[in-house]
């Protein structure tokens, strides 16, 4: 980072938008919460990229911008940990899960002819 600290009503707002997520995370899972603090997090970029290219670079505006992005970032990460890998259960089906999705499908196996209705033992 720069010399230059964020301005301090930006590292208050990330601050909140942490606390918020964590918070959101308890209720609502940690994707919806993550989703929402990257929504907030990339406003608040835009805003500031918008300033630098108003007012230059010699403002506090170049250091609340790499704040931002360093706050994304470790958001997304956070986001991309929890998700990996995660097994699903279906519902109402004992033993059976379903992949997390980006996997490939794979198809069931076949298990042989099957009588219709009849019982094997005539």
Not at 33 to 57: F, I, P, S, T, Y
Not at 69 to 80: E, H, M, P
Request: aromatic letters at 0%; glycine letters at 10%; a positive charge.
């Amino acid at each position: 980072m720069d010399t230059q600290a964020a301005a301090d009503d930006v590292t208050d707002a990330i601050a909140q938008i942490e606390m918020h997520r964590q918070e959101s995370a308890k209720v609502a899972g940690l994707a919806t919460a993550c989703n929402e603090a990257l929504r907030k997090l990339h406003e608040m970029l835009h805003q500031e990229q918008d300033a630098v290219q108003r007012h230059g670079a010699g403002t506090r505006h170049p250091a609340n911008v790499e704040a931002l992005t360093a706050a994304i970032d470790r958001v997304k990460n956070l986001a991309g940990a929890g998700s990996k890998g995660a097994r699903v259960p279906m519902q109402g089906h004992g033993q059976k899960w379903v992949a997390p999705l980006g996997t490939p499908h794979q198809p069931p196996r076949n298990r042989g002819r099957r009588t219709m209705g009849r019982r094997g033992d005539r």
